[in-house]
């Protein structure tokens, strides 16, 4: 095989698709959400509106100050595995710290939340015999991936729709062990799931539910422990699996649930066993942005300002924001052409930066950008984004 040209051939079939992906160098410092972009061996000044340190957590001072602390105190890495290097006591005690802010009995760090869905679906596949998987439309990747390697049955539910996730649940034998699996905000769209519908659906048909709060914690309830938390249905829940890396600002993911579901995942899950686990400055620095309080409140609320006028202000001007009731505004293009090309107007022209989101992220023709404010952001930036993509998108 000729493999330099197949792999040539690859890219420009993707190109072909106006699925290349152009990655942005960027270099982001205590400006945040001012950053740097390398772009032909220079540096200029940009501002991003499409990261996911929601809350503005990874430039926090207190939080830098622990981190540099906890790194000349217990070193940059954290030696080997759980299993063989040793069990980091500092990732012990955030999974504790996890369980209580999810109120479940345990919780298992992991390198990502990728990792973590990705790990834990595949193992629940491979230690319930015949578990049956209802997964929503929209999940992530991750989720998918971990549903693929499960070697499950599968069924999916139209997105957030507990009337056909009955449908389909009601098509199942009472007996068969069944897993729901859904995200309690949707990543590209913003929706927030019908947790409470769910939950009552899954006690019904005797199914163990699964939501990914990657999206929500930190940004969502008094102790940042997500919908969940709000909507007070963490106990009702089987497995939260969340992330430390959007709304804490920092790296690395897990779950939370009952003791033997944890344990169980904990034994058997090949992602969490064979890799090196996270530095202990992660635990040490996540365990201080869990104990936030008060601050965490005041952030929240300086995101939701932004948000809210953000989502006002284009709606003002006549762009077509598609309905989300949280902090992830999509901003509909419907095609990938347009979508690249407003994007590189919109980084030459005014210094902003909102990278496309194209097919596989989503569905193609549904390309958008998705726009996503921080604590850090400024109504002054606000009124800047809103006229600069008035006048790419409709002059
Ligand atoms: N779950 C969802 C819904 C996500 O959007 C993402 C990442 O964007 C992940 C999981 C993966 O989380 P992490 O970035 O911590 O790997």
Redesign the pocket.
Known sequence: MDYLTYFTDKIAQTRKEQRYRIFRAVERDTHFPHIKLHLAGKARAITTWCG?DYLGLSQHPGLKAAMMEAVAQFGVGSGGTRNIGGNIHQHELLEQALAQLHQQEAGLLFT????A?EATLKTLGKIIPNLQLLSDQEN?M??IEGIRESGCNKLIFRHNDPNDLETKLKSLPLDVPKLIIF?SV??MSGDIAPVKAIIALAKQYQALTYV?E??AVGVYGAHGGGISEVTKTAPDLDIIQG????GFGL???YITGKHSIIDAIRLHANGFIFTTSLPPHISITALNALALGAELTTLQQQLFTIVDYVKAGLTAAGLKVLPSPSQIIPLWIGDPGLCEAASVRLLEEFNLYLQPINYPTIKKGEERFRISPTARHTLQDADYLIEALRICLLS
């Open positions: 996911v990502s939340g990728y990792v869905n992530h991750s989720i995200e949707y990543s990914d990657v999206h992330t430390l890396s959007k790296t690395g993911g």
